[in-house]
């Protein structure tokens, strides 16, 4: 067993050993700088997965999606959300295409979206769907990726 009481993690101090989970894995007992006492098992502490009781989390999320909109947005566009990969629950398997029904008619439609304005191209199949999404990036999200590129190069 590894003795971790008095470590640090984030804002947090390991005060006891508080016990073990079903899983037979140490549990620790931890007071936040904050004041509150929480239990924690030990591979979450050292792995850094838990630095504070939760006290943390309003101010953690207002600083990413400050950084969001500031370090990593060009004219307001968040570089981010161009370049992030597809969703695990696409029925397609590809960003932004989807298959559709309409009137008994099956068809793949590709869109995409830049500052709140949502752009189609539709085809009778998914690989004509996937080329279109692909041209739509080119023409809509490169330019800021590019932007964006640029400006990350002047800052190093």
Not at 25 to 36: P, T
Not at 84 to 92: A, E, I, L, M, Y
Not at 101 to 128: D, P
Request: contains cysteine; hydrophobic residues 25%; charged residues 35%.
């Amino acid at each position: 067993m590894i003795d971790i009481t008095g470590n640090r993690y984030g804002i947090l101090t390991v005060i006891a050993r508080a016990g073990r989970t079903g899983q037979d894995n140490a549990v620790w007992l931890c007071r936040c700088d904050c004041g509150e006492e929480i239990p924690f098992r030990g591979t979450t502490l050292r792995r850094g997965e838990a630095v504070s009781c939760g006290c943390q989390k309003g101010e953690q999320v207002r600083k990413a999606r400050d950084i969001l909109q500031t370090d990593k947005s060009v004219n307001g566009v968040q570089i981010p959300l161009l370049t992030k990969g597809v969703r695990s629950d696409s029925k397609s398997g590809h960003k932004g295409v989807q298959k559709r029904v309409k009137k008994g008619r099956e068809y793949y439609e590709a869109y995409i979206t830049v500052k709140g304005k949502t752009k189609y191209a539709s085809s009778k199949t998914l690989e004509g769907a996937i080329e279109k999404r692909k041209k739509l990036e080119e023409k809509y999200h490169q330019p800021y990726i590019d932007l964006f590129q640029v400006r990350q190069g002047k800052e190093e």
